[in-house]
């Protein structure tokens, strides 16, 4: 098994370009989940998804749209790129268990810089 | 606003000394899990403790849960220098989100 993948690992945008992150994983979980990684702020919570043709914000969601219409894909956009979005995106998903989300696995991220 | 915010923010030890880390959040959970990230790479799980639950173990992991409190710690014993890391407490809010602290910065020096 692949895990969780993410394509692509790098990424350069200029202001106002737009671009797809793709997140893929091969373990048949419910949950998916993207999030993005600031020095001294963590994990934020942009969007997710419980379950295929599903999706919800999450705390930092303004700029980016998903969609999950595969089970094991979830994609995520930005449509206007700004420097402010220059951040680490990591891809997460997990399985439903007791009705509750379990242990999450993570992909290995991708550095993206809009200059 | 995020849910769990661990302190120290960082913390340095020698080998072989036992860390301790703490994690506080602010609403009800399910359960709450313990994160570590290596510089440049994705996030490792290695324990989840639910909410009626107190204490578990993993190996050289031990983790505490006071939902009184709204507060765990997680405690590493006989630290090695490949404990060095971020360590992330994540509790899962309402409708199905996980929400991850600032993290504390671990290093282990020899």
């Known amino acids: 098994n692949a895990g969780v993948t993410q394509t692509p690992k790098f990424r350069v945008l200029k202001t106002g370009q737009s671009m797809t992150l793709l997140c893929a994983q091969d373990?048949?979980?419910?949950?998916m989940y993207w999030y993005r990684q600031d020095p001294g702020m963590g994990l934020r919570l942009i969007h997710y998804?419980?379950?295929?043709?599903?999706?919800a914000k999450g705390e930092v969601p303004d700029g980016y749209n998903v969609s999950r219409l595969k089970k094991q894909n979830f994609l995520l956009g930005l449509e206007s790129a700004a420097p402010s979005q220059t951040s680490v995106y990591f891809c997460?998903?997990?399985?439903?268990?007791?009705?509750?989300?379990?242990?999450?696995?993570f992909g290995p991220g991708t550095r993206l810089t809009v200059t | 606003s995020q849910q769990g915010e661990e302190d120290p923010q960082a913390l340095s030890i020698q080998e072989g000394e036992n860390a301790t880390m703490n994690c506080s959040y602010k609403?009800?959970?399910?359960?709450l899990q313990w994160y570590r990230q290596n510089s440049g790479r994705g996030l490792v799980h290695l324990i989840l403790?639910?909410?009626?639950?107190r204490e578990k173990h993993s190996g050289r992991l031990r983790v505490t849960l006071d939902t009184s409190k709204k507060s765990s710690s997680l405690l590493i014993t006989a630290s090695r220098a490949a404990d060095t890391a971020s360590y992330f407490c994540?509790?899962?809010?309402?409708?199905?989100?996980?929400?991850f602290g600032k993290g504390t910065r671990l290093h282990i020096l020899p």
């Open positions: 994540a509790t899962d809010g309402r409708d199905d989100k996980i929400i």
């Open positions: 373990m048949n979980h419910e949950y």
């Open positions: 609403t009800s959970i399910n359960n």
């Open positions: 998804s419980v379950g295929e043709g599903t999706t």
């Open positions: 403790i639910r909410s009626n639950e």
């Open positions: 997460a998903s997990s399985q439903r268990g007791g009705g509750e989300p379990g242990t999450q696995y």
